[in-house]
């Protein structure tokens, strides 16, 4: 571009050497849309009039759609904040050494019916408050064109989603998935086969909140590579918060996923502690609902490389290793002293006055 003055950055997209340019405007504007493409970034200089861009992707032959607003952007906004909130807002936003909670975002497909939103919004509610719920529908296909949510990832600053829709070829669907970097790193599509939802369930529910306590049975979350990577994203969507210590009574939520035959049964219960002889409370399992059976279709996950790049831990957070240490499986710390060689023949030692007497009487003896 030889003349940027009438122009501002819009964005900067890193698409994975994947070849992009621009393809077509769908709303007409007053000056042309510039880029600079440079080692497969694409940086978009749009003025500040235009409202939609469409980029055409010629190595997957697909359109994916932008929408910026005037002031507010979804993706790589530069401007500097001029007030202290936007100021922490932007701060929040920054990487940090220990990362925020992860929070999930709940986007509706363009059709869904009564099981999906009751899906959504059971789950929605086991979630909370680390969760955003997006009322509207939003006709996406992830598996397809992930740019949305994607987009969605980095408006809200959430590194979770789960998206429901219903079609002919994909009846009762939801794709649950994690983010990496704002792009999907893994996401698994499942299709509901029997579901009863929460107010089916007439029980006391859990508190607000509250930390659950996850169970995974089955010998398929251990031998299938797939199953297993599907039980460490379903682990990492319903943790919850981290902390550090949680009281016995605070261990109030169940929830139990077992994995049997290519299907996964998802059941919620709640923790009633009741009277016993012993020291320690005897514990009943009340079911408190979702009951949610799924079944395994389609599923996108990461390579292994990218997958220990995302698992990768900063060094401050690492505890360092101690030398000639070690703990057993009982938290005892044990350690390995090495002492030099000494030499005993110049210790000093306490005398007593009878060898003291004695070496005297030797030594008279000897002249």
């Known amino acids: 571009m030889k003349n940027c003055k009438n122009y501002k950055i819009f964005a900067i997209y890193h698409f ?12 007409p504007i007053s000056r042309t849309v510039g880029y600079v493409v440079c080692n497969n970034i ?23 759609y932008f929408t910026c607003w005037k002031g507010v952007m979804g993706i790589g906004n530069l401007r500097k904040a001029k007030t202290r909130r936007g100021k922490r807002f932007l701060e929040n936003r920054q990487p940090k050494v220990v990362e925020n909670d992860k929070t999930a975002v709940i986007v509706k497909g363009g059709k869904t019916n009564q099981t ?16 955003i719920r997006m009322k509207r529908h939003n006709p996406i296909h992830p598996f397809e064109n992930d740019v949305e949510l994607e987009s969605f990832a980095m408006k809200y600053d959430t590194s979770l989603f789960l998206f429901g829709s219903n079609s002919k ?26 579901f009863v939802k929460s107010a089916d369930f007439h029980s006391a529910k859990v508190s607000f ?20 990577r599907i039980g460490n994203l379903m682990v990492d969507w319903f943790r919850g918060a981290v902390v550090e210590n949680i009281r016995l009574q605070g261990l109030e939520l169940v929830i139990s996923l077992t994995a049997l035959e290519q299907k996964i049964y998802l059941r919620v219960y709640r923790t009633c502690l009741k009277k016993s002889t012993g020291t320690s409370p005897r514990i ?52 390995r002293i090495h002492v030099g060689k000494q030499n005993i023949d110049s210790m000093q030692t306490k ?6 007497g004695n070496k005297n009487k030797e030594a008279a003896i000897s002249n």
């Open 42 to 64: 694409l940086c978009i200089l749009q003025p500040a009039d235009s409202t939609y861009l469409v980029v055409h992707s010629s190595r997957q032959a697909r359109q994916h």
């Open 16 to 27: 994975f050497n994947q070849n992009f340019e621009i393809f077509k405007l769908k709303r």
């Open 209 to 228: 909140g509250c930390k659950p306590c996850i169970v995974l049975q089955g010998t398929e979350f251990e031998k299938d590579e797939s199953t297993k």
């Open 169 to 194: 070829k994909h009846r009762n669907s939801l794709v649950m998935g994690r983010m990496y970097d704002c792009h999907v790193l893994d996401m698994v599509e499942l299709q509901i086969e029997n």
């Open 116 to 131: 999906v939103t009751d899906a959504l919004a059971d789950l929605y509610a086991l979630k909370k408050p680390l969760a």
């Open 351 to 356: 005398k007593m006055k009878a060898l003291r």
């Open 284 to 335: 009943e399992l009340v079911e408190i609902g979702p009951r949610i059976d799924f079944s395994v279709h389609r599923s996108k996950f990461a390579s292994e490389s990218l997958f220990r790049e995302a698992m990768k831990q900063p060094k401050q957070i690492l505890a360092k290793k101690r030398k000639n240490m070690s703990t057993d499986v009982f938290g005892t710390e044990l350690g």
